[in-house]
């Protein structure tokens, strides 16, 4: 994968500008895109295009000699059908194609919102059925059973990792549990770029947290061990919970209460 330029999408977004700054730190050859322009200076070693995922076209010229796509683009909240339907359903579509057209390999992020409707007091592994929290969290179900079947179908090699939530610091209880550290995230998608097979691999991605909502994945396979842990932050986030039980019941947390309608 070495020397062809890596794709990045979302690069204007907050997963997207991590990875921006920290890859091209490190050299990375980086072919960077969002539908926003860039709100800081162009990394060295990198190139800048806006597009729109839709435009199937746009996404076919500017994956073109890659060898890595790393699609932290589409809609990254919880919002309608509609919103989702064209930048996360298609666009994650036609980035599958690219990949295929170009014998590349694909980091996908999936998220704890594709598991979000679990109670928190559950303990998954990675074939645990998922349950989605809304229509975000559907679009990320969506995105794994797509690089699924261009593994299956197509060879295309994908990384899909369960992101839980990616801070500079824990802010609150729940995150206690889903935090992944910068400096742990970045090595993870090191290692999707490093690893010599990745074939169609489910990663949880959280640092070493003992309040951790999930184990066991492929993180052996690829080489990973997280070295951070939110458990040193317990103290100072101790009682930072809101006052929905919704919220506080489920591992998705506030995604889940958009139009919730239970009422058991
Ligand atoms: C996500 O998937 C979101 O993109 C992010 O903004 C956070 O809300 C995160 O999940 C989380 O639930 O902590």
């Known amino acids: 994968l070495s020397d062809r330029p890596v794709l990045l999408t979302g690069a204007a977004g907050t997963i997207g500008r991590l990875l921006a700054h920290r890859l091209a730190a490190l050299g990375w050859p980086l072919r960077l895109t969002d539908l926003a322009p860039l709100p800081f200076p162009l990394p060295p070693g990198a190139t ?16 073109e000699g890659c060898g890595l796509i790393l699609h932290f683009g589409g809609v990254s909240t919880e919002q309608s059908f509609e919103a989702v339907l064209g930048a996360n359903l298609r666009g994650s579509y036609h980035i599958y194609e690219a990949a295929r057209r170009q014998k590349a390999r694909v980091v996908f992020p999936s998220s704890v919102h594709a598991v979000g409707l679990y109670e928190r007091s559950a303990i998954l592994d990675q074939d645990c059925p998922l349950r989605p929290d809304g229509y975000y969290g559907l679009s990320k179900a969506y995105g794994e059973m797509l690089a699924r079947l261009y593994w299956d179908k197509h060879a295309v090699e994908s990384v899909l990792i369960r992101i839980g939530s990616v801070l500079p610091e824990v802010s609150d209880e729940r995150i206690l549990s889903t935090w992944i550290s910068h400096d742990d995230f970045v090595r993870l998608i090191q290692r999707c770029a490093a690893a010599e097979r990745v074939d169609c691999s ?7 947290n003992s309040r951790s909502f999930w184990r066991h994945d492929a993180r052996a396979k690829i080489g990973w061990m997280p070295r951070d842990s939110s458990d040193d932050q317990a103290e100072r986030v101790a009682g930072k919970v809101t006052a929905d039980p919704v919220v506080e019941r489920y591992q998705g947390g506030k995604f889940v209460v958009v139009d919730y309608s239970r009422t058991d």
């Open 48 to 63: 800048f295009e806006t597009i729109d995922l839709q435009d199937q076209e746009a996404v076919h010229r500017l994956a």
């Open 202 to 208: 489910v990663i949880w991605g959280a640092s070493n």
